[in-house]
């Protein structure tokens, strides 16, 4: 008995501290996830290579949270237009029109070698993935913000340390996303959002990659993209959507 | 009393090490760009991102009337389009025995063109034409599991205009936004390999006519295709207005788990019954796949009625987590029991045991993009008699409407060796061969909405 009660004692914090943890990234998933209806948008993706000039890709994204079902498809640049990716069950598919093949891939990958994952446009999992070790208030410019720094509990999440700036109506402004060693991988800054029904999608994002950039004039330019989400809605979509089907029919 | 006291003190203990818990909110202060070990980002990174927060725009409410449609071609557009490619080659090496260098100059046109018309979003008619020079030779017995690369060269045979080629001829229907078909001369390819590819029954559709119905059902992604192709399956010509000339193929895919996983089966009067299974999943940022086939012939008295198994299993990994995949590959291993019967038009009655083994390497690269640069590499080896195919390219597109490649070929292995039996240059039949080529392009279209 007086084992059973140490045990309690000694595990009881770190459970509640786990449950509040989890709560509390649950509270932030759900002002960016759909799970009563579908939701479709237009994603614009500017991609700045410093030296390179910018390149553009325009998708349509297509999402059902229920079913962590969701579909992009490329429309822009013309060499492109007609690639999809559709996640079914665990896999992410990516269709290429021209050799009409579906192919495995992963949702951690850079989407059409931006500096955006395939994750960037999927429901937020924060709850599943991560577990809060720390937090802190902290001013962001204009916006007071709790810190929270994540550390992931699965294997195949996407960035296994990660450090989120959210204000007081659980919107995430900021994130930073580490390697297991600590090392910074990006920064993504989401000044605005745009209210759809009751939850909210970003007007912009602003990518920074840590890792990838240039020396010009004498000075490291990062790499950087800036996604623009335009056009969001709660309309049903028609099942086909989510189906292989469907790239195969749109397909140029 | 003791162990009590002891059990306050670890509770307390416990207590202090989530003390900066998620709902804890007094300042442990880090500062903005540190990372959780004590790294820090540049300056000029932090300043600029900080910046963007001092006046951002106030969170608004998406305006309601806006949506994108997922029927993207939802009204009359009708495309026109054109392609034409102009090349010079010469190729140059040794020949099979290597006792004198063969050189040849080749020149080819190709002129392809065509229309894409989408009346509204459940019906679209598309149409690909071809003419070529030299006109091709139509070979079905081209097609094999074994080498992707077999028509790599144009046949020099036959130097003269074709007729006009109908690449692709088709009309598209969804039914109710549940079922899609596809009517007409089409390109399919079904199989998990990308350098040896038995799983692949329908790559005779190219040149025939077929119906492809594809649905979803239940979560299962269901195609069912029928093709007629009297050349490929050898019909007689007394058959060929019998239904039982027509090929049917139907394919069953789903996910399960991590896995992904199909199953598809064909049959023909002429070649038999064919039968595919395949799992497929993504490790370590790795494409992983395993693939099974087995085939019968039609029954014929007094030949042997094996069942044939052939097995592939690959893995195809991008190296490099940037913008650039610095390496791109595809390494397959693949046993067949089909003897020398390499074509997918022929179905061979007798299983010639376990000892055909091949491995195949394919590589490309993007790390030379930024000078329109690109090379990729190939190798494919046959275990059982040792022969085998190198070939390394690169092709560099600076040059606004120009392509200029470099190719060489290195055939190996005794002179029955499969790969040297099937080597590319019909022509020469180079075992080292160098081919410098130079294709000049035009694209254009005009879409009319």
Same mark, same amino acid.
């Given at each position: 008995?007086?084992?059973?009660?140490?045990?309690?004692?000694?595990?009881?914090?770190?459970?509640?501290?786990?449950? #509040?943890?989890?709560?509390?990234?649950?509270?932030?998933?759900?002002?960016?996830?759909?799970? #009563?209806?579908?939701?479709?948008?237009?994603?614009?993706?500017?991609?700045?290579?410093?030296?390179?000039?910018?390149?553009?890709?325009?998708?349509?994204?297509?999402?059902?949270?229920?079913?962590? +079902?969701?579909?992009?498809?490329?429309?822009?640049?013309?060499?492109?237009?007609?690639?999809?990716?559709?996640?079914?069950?665990?896999? *992410?598919?990516?269709?290429?029109?021209?050799?009409?093949?579906?192919?495995?891939?992963?949702?951690?990958?850079?989407?059409? #070698?931006?500096?955006?994952?395939?994750?960037?446009?999927?429901?937020?999992?924060?709850?599943?993935?991560?577990?809060?070790?720390?937090?802190?208030?902290?001013?962001?410019?204009?916006?007071?913000?709790?810190?929270?720094?994540?550390?992931?509990?699965?294997?195949?999440?996407?960035?296994?340390?990660?450090? *989120?700036?959210?204000?007081?109506?659980?919107?995430?402004?900021?994130?930073?996303?580490?390697?297991?060693?600590?090392?910074?991988?990006?920064?993504?800054?989401?000044?605005?959002?745009?209210?759809?029904? #009751?939850?909210?999608?970003?007007?912009?994002?602003?990518?920074?990659?840590?890792?990838?950039?240039?020396?010009?004039?004498?000075?490291?330019?990062?790499?950087?993209?800036?996604?623009?989400?335009?056009?969001?809605?709660?309309?049903? *979509?028609?099942?086909?959507?989510?189906?292989?089907?469907? *790239? +195969?029919?749109?397909?140029? | 009393?003791?162990?009590?006291?002891?059990?306050? /003190?670890?509770?307390?203990?416990?207590?202090?090490?989530?003390?900066? @818990?998620?709902?804890?909110?007094?300042?442990?202060?880090?500062?903005?760009?540190? @990372?959780?070990?004590?790294?820090?980002?540049?300056?000029?990174?932090?300043?600029?991102?900080?910046?963007?927060?001092?006046?951002?725009?106030?969170?608004?409410? $998406?305006?309601?009337?806006?949506?994108?449609?997922?029927?993207?071609?939802?009204?009359?557009?009708?495309?026109?389009?054109?392609?034409?490619?102009?090349?010079?080659?010469?190729?140059?090496?040794?020949?099979?025995?290597?006792?004198?260098?063969?050189?040849?100059?080749?020149?080819?046109?190709?002129?392809?063109?065509?229309?894409?018309?989408?009346?509204?979003?459940?019906?679209?008619?598309?149409?690909?034409?071809?003419?070529?020079?030299?006109?091709?030779?139509?070979?079905?017995?081209?097609?094999?599991?074994?080498?992707?690369?077999?028509?790599?060269?144009?046949?020099?045979?036959?130097?003269?205009?074709?007729?006009?080629?109908?690449?692709?001829?088709?009309?598209?229907?969804?039914?109710?936004?549940?079922?899609?078909?596809?009517?007409?001369?089409?390109?399919?390819?079904?199989?998990?390999?990308?350098?040896?590819?038995?799983?692949?029954?329908?790559?005779?559709?190219?040149?025939?006519?077929?119906?492809?119905?594809?649905?979803?059902?239940?979560? /299962?992604?269901?195609?069912?295709?029928?093709?007629?192709?009297?050349?490929?399956?050898?019909?007689?010509?007394?058959?060929?207005?019998? $239904?039982?000339?027509? $090929?049917?193929?139907?394919?069953?895919?789903?996910?399960?788990?991590?896995?992904?996983?199909?199953?598809? =089966?064909?049959?023909?009067?002429?070649?038999?019954?064919?039968?595919?299974?395949?799992?497929?999943?993504?490790?370590?940022?790795?494409?992983?796949?395993?693939? =099974?086939?087995?085939?019968?012939?039609?029954?014929?008295?007094?030949?042997?009625?094996?069942?044939?198994?052939?097995?592939?299993?690959? /893995?195809?990994?991008?190296?490099?987590?940037?913008?650039?995949?610095?390496?791109?590959?595809?390494?397959?291993?693949?046993? @067949?029991?089909?003897?020398?019967?390499?074509?997918?038009?022929?179905?061979?009655?007798?299983?010639?045991?376990?000892?055909?083994?091949?491995?195949?390497?394919?590589?490309?690269?993007?790390?030379?993009?930024?000078?329109?640069?690109?090379?990729?590499?190939?190798?494919?080896?046959?275990?059982?008699? =040792?022969?085998?195919?190198?070939?390394?390219?690169?092709?560099?597109?600076?040059?606004?409407?120009?392509?200029?490649?470099?190719?060489?070929?290195?055939?190996?292995?005794?002179?029955?060796?499969?790969?040297? /039996?099937?080597?590319?240059?019909?022509?020469?039949?180079?075992?080292?061969?160098?081919?410098?080529?130079?294709?000049?392009?035009?694209?254009?279209?005009?879409?009319?909405?």
């Amino acid at each position: 008995m007086k084992t059973a009660f140490l045990i309690f004692l000694v595990l009881a914090p770190g459970v509640l501290f786990a449950q #509040n943890s989890k709560n509390i990234l649950a509270k932030i998933d759900a002002q960016v996830t759909f799970m #009563n209806s579908d939701y479709s948008a237009q994603v614009d993706i500017v991609q700045d290579k410093p030296d390179e000039g910018q390149s553009f890709t325009r998708v349509d994204l297509f999402r059902r949270d229920k079913d962590s +079902e969701y579909l992009m498809l490329v429309l822009k640049p013309d060499s492109d237009k007609g690639k999809g990716y559709l996640k079914i069950g665990n896999n *992410l598919w990516l269709y290429d029109p021209v050799a009409h093949r579906f192919t495995v891939t992963s949702a951690k990958d850079r989407f059409q #070698n931006s500096n955006a994952r395939n994750s960037d446009f999927t429901r937020s999992s924060l709850a599943e993935d991560y577990r809060i070790v720390r937090s802190y208030p902290e001013k962001l410019g204009v916006f007071d913000t709790t810190v929270y720094e994540l550390e992931a509990i699965r294997d195949d999440v996407t960035f296994p340390r990660t450090k *989120l700036w959210v204000t007081p109506d659980n919107l995430v402004r900021m994130t930073k996303d580490y390697s297991l060693s600590g090392q910074l991988l990006r920064i993504t800054a989401i000044p605005t959002y745009q209210r759809v029904g #009751n939850r909210y999608v970003p007007v912009k994002m602003l990518i920074i990659d840590e890792l990838r950039g240039k020396m010009v004039d004498g000075r490291f330019e990062h790499e950087k993209t800036q996604i623009t989400i335009s056009k969001p809605s709660l309309a049903p *979509l028609p099942d086909i959507v989510f189906t292989r089907t469907y *790239l +195969e029919k749109m397909a140029p | 009393m003791t162990r009590l006291f002891l059990a306050f /003190l670890i509770f307390l203990t416990a207590v202090a090490s989530f003390g900066q @818990s998620a709902a804890s909110t007094p300042g442990a202060g880090s500062a903005s760009g540190t @990372s959780p070990s004590g790294g820090s980002s540049s300056a000029s990174t932090s300043s600029s991102i900080e910046g963007l927060f001092q006046d951002p725009a106030p969170d608004k409410t $998406a305006p309601s009337n806006q949506r994108i449609n997922p029927n993207l071609y939802n009204g009359n557009t009708m495309t026109f389009f054109e392609n034409v490619n102009a090349s010079g080659y010469y190729v140059t090496g040794w020949d099979k025995y290597y006792q004198y260098p063969v050189g040849t100059p080749y020149n080819a046109i190709d002129f392809s063109f065509g229309s894409d018309v989408r009346v509204d979003p459940t019906i679209r008619a598309y149409a690909q034409f071809d003419i070529q020079y030299p006109s091709p030779i139509v070979n079905p017995n081209a097609t094999s599991a074994y080498n992707p690369y077999l028509n790599l060269l144009p046949a020099q045979g036959n130097l003269s205009f074709s007729n006009v080629i109908i690449q692709q001829m088709f009309l598209d229907y969804t039914l109710y936004n549940q079922v899609f078909f596809r009517l007409g001369r089409q390109t399919e390819v079904w199989g998990q390999g990308r350098i040896f590819n038995p799983g692949n029954f329908v790559n005779d559709i190219a040149d025939g006519v077929a119906v492809k119905m594809t649905t979803n059902l239940w979560g /299962l992604n269901v195609t069912a295709i029928g093709i007629k192709n009297d050349g490929f399956y050898n019909v007689a010509s007394s058959d060929t207005a019998s $239904a039982s000339s027509v $090929a049917a193929a139907a394919k069953v895919e789903s996910s399960l788990g991590p896995l992904n996983w199909g199953v598809s =089966g064909f049959y023909q009067r002429n070649l038999g019954y064919k039968a595919e299974g395949y799992v497929k999943t993504s490790a370590i940022g790795s494409d992983l796949f395993l693939e =099974g086939v087995v085939e019968q012939a039609p029954f014929q008295a007094g030949l042997p009625d094996d069942w044939i198994p052939s097995a592939v299993s690959g /893995l195809y990994h991008e190296f490099g987590d940037g913008t650039t995949k610095w390496l791109k590959l595809e390494a397959e291993y693949f046993f @067949s029991g089909r003897g020398t019967s390499e074509s997918f038009s022929v179905t061979p009655t007798q299983f010639y045991g376990w000892n055909d083994q091949s491995v195949g390497l394919a590589m490309t690269s993007d790390a030379f993009n930024f000078m329109g640069t690109s090379p990729s590499f190939s190798w494919l080896h046959a275990l059982k008699d =040792g022969s085998g195919q190198v070939i390394l390219g690169i092709t560099n597109t600076t040059i606004p409407h120009v392509a200029l490649s470099v190719v060489s070929v290195y055939i190996y292995g005794p002179d029955n060796g499969r790969y040297v /039996l099937e080597n590319p240059d019909t022509t020469e039949y180079r075992r080292l061969s160098f081919t410098f080529k130079a294709t000049f392009n035009l694209s254009s279209q005009f879409t009319h909405s």
